[in-house]
């Protein structure tokens, strides 16, 4: 007789695709988003069944942009938008028609640098376009889906001068210079936003901690992005009361990753137990078992080198130690002094665009993945 997945064996493969499929069932997992809370509310009680003491963490960031539609019409043909955070408040839900030009609706194009995070140089390129004061900016990322693709942004972020508005790179012959366009898009800003994440303890009295931490909440449906990484979590905290005995363990699932790392700050500040006390930290990010992989690394601090090299060996990644393995989340693990520290985190095709679905997993890779994770955890001391 099969085993129902609720009941297998943590690390096994099924089990594993069950919490994938779950977490794509919540739909879009947007900071803000009551998709998004729903997403811990089940996250919060996995972790009661799997027998740890599940609290949360509530917090607010000080904005977020809620998108409901953007489209640009150009004759018999129409095409998504998605404004680039953060649009002018001005405009914030708008039409606007004009034509494809510098000072109308003008065009830009960067190529994809398999980053996740807008940075200086993509903001110089754009400040290069303001200059000539459209009136919005049509911008394609050379992305290899071929879909429109978003950056991570924080919260210091001024708002641009114009809408910024991303298209997919596929519909750019659409976009024929001199021809008119009209752009709609609805949304709005919301201030003040309350968020929270979610934390589980297992203390046994050893004053020696074990964390493992995950992102929660992403751009899109983001299944294959965030959905290895948070069934990585569960078994680790399902095997919590059999494995990793010499250490108590701490559980947190963040939120608001995409726009300024707002839980992780939250909990670094509130939380987290202090470095001297803490054996290791173990972060499961973004990309971990996926079809068409992009990149993926496995991170180290330098102290966990070796455990971390026998652990993982069998799993293809690039390779990262120290102050370089200290992407995504493990930026702010590193900057508070934590000098024990490891996780994966990489990127896949469909990565940060709408069509990152359950079907983007390798189920292959899940099992080994999980084991790599449990088993390093198992040899630190």
Known sequence: MAI????????????????????????????????ADATLDWIASELVSA?????????????????????????????????????????????????????????????????AYLNDSHRAKLAQ?????????????????GEIFTYNVDQSSKPWPVPVLLVAPRDTATLKP???????????????????????RLDRGRGRWLVISTPVTSWFTSTCERGPGIAGFLAMARLARQRFAQHDLLFVATSGHEIGHGGM?????????????????AHFGSSLACRDPVVRAINSSASLTGLVDRGFAGIEGLRLIGEKAAV??????????????????????????????VAAVDPALLTPMAKAFANTLDTVR
């Open 178 to 200: 001199g021809a008119e366009a009209t752009v709609s898009v609805r949304a709005a800003y919301r201030r003040d936003v309350e968020g929270r994440n979610v934390i589980a």
């Open 265 to 281: 700050e939250v909990f670094m500040k509130d939380g987290a137990p202090p470095p001297r006390s803490t054996a290791a930290w």
């Open 328 to 357: 995504g989340e493990l930026r702010e693990v590193h900057a508070a002094g934590y000098e024990n520290f490891f996780g994966m985190a990489g990127s896949h095709r469909l990565f940060h665009t709408a069509s990152d679905s």
């Open 51 to 115: 027998g740890l003491k599940v609290s949360e963490q509530r917090f607010r960031m000080d904005r977020q942009y809620v998108l409901e539609v953007g489209t640009l019409r150009m004759g018999e043909k129409t095409i998504d938008v998605v404004p680039q955070w953060w649009p002018p408040e001005e405009t914030t839900s708008f039409d606007l028609t004009a034509p494809i030009g510098p000072t109308g609706l003008a065009r830009l194009s960067l190529p994809y640098d398999r980053g």
């Open 4 to 35: 129902s997945p609720a009941r297998a064996d943590p690390l096994d493969t099924d089990r594993l695709m069950a919490d994938i499929t779950r977490y794509e069932t919540f739909g879009v997992h947007r900071y803000g988003l009551a998709s």
């Open 129 to 145: 376009v303001f200059a000539q004061k459209p009136r919005a900016v049509l911008l394609d990322i050379a992305h290899p889906s």
